[in-house]
Nanobody, 124 residues
Framework: QVQLVESGGGSVQAGGSLTLSCVASGYSGGGISNCTGWFRQAPGEGREGVAVYSADGSITYINSVKGRFTISQDTAKNTVYLQMNSLKPEDTGMYYC????????????????WGQGTQVTVSS
C-alpha cells in the first residue's frame, strides 16, 4: 500500500526556480533511502528519467538538466526533493515521483510505484 504524493509544481517564467517534494508512505522495509527518482512527460512524448537514485546512493541526471537540477532525500521524513533552477520552456511537463519496489535492484529490473504527478509549466 505504498503511496507517493508530489507537490510544488506550478507556472513560472524562464529563468525561475521551483522545488518539488514527494512524500512516501506505506513502506514495510527500512524506508525510501536510495530508492526514488523523478521522471517527467511532455505532451505527446514518452516519460523520461530526470534525476534518479541508484541503490548505492549514486545519482543520474538526464543531460539536459545537469547543472540546473538537484535531487536530494530526507530519509527521516520519507521525502525526496527536486530543486529546479534556471528553468527553460522545454522543462515543461508533468513531473512524477517514483520508487523502486525492490530498492536494492536497478530501475530496469523492478517495477515501480508512481505518484499522481505535478504539473510544471515554464513560459518564455
Amino acid at each position: 500500500q505504498v503511496q507517493l504524493v508530489e507537490s510544488g509544481g506550478g507556472s513560472v517564467q524562464a529563468g525561475g526556480s521551483l522545488t518539488l517534494s514527494c512524500v512516501a508512505s506505506g513502506y514495510s522495509g527500512g524506508g525510501i533511502s536510495n530508492c526514488t527518482g523523478w521522471f517527467r512527460q511532455a505532451p505527446g512524448e514518452g516519460r523520461e528519467g530526470v534525476a534518479v537514485y541508484s541503490a548505492d546512493g549514486s545519482i543520474t541526471y538526464i543531460n539536459s538538466v545537469k547543472g540546473r537540477f538537484t535531487i536530494s532525500q530526507d530519509t527521516a521524513k520519507n521525502t525526496v526533493y527536486l530543486q529546479m533552477n534556471s528553468l527553460k520552456p522545454e522543462d515543461t511537463g508533468m513531473y512524477y515521483c517514483a520508487a523502486r519496489i525492490w530498492c536494492e535492484r536497478t530501475w530496469g529490473s523492478t517495477s515501480k510505484y508512481w505518484g499522481q504527478g505535478t504539473q510544471v509549466t515554464v513560459s518564455s
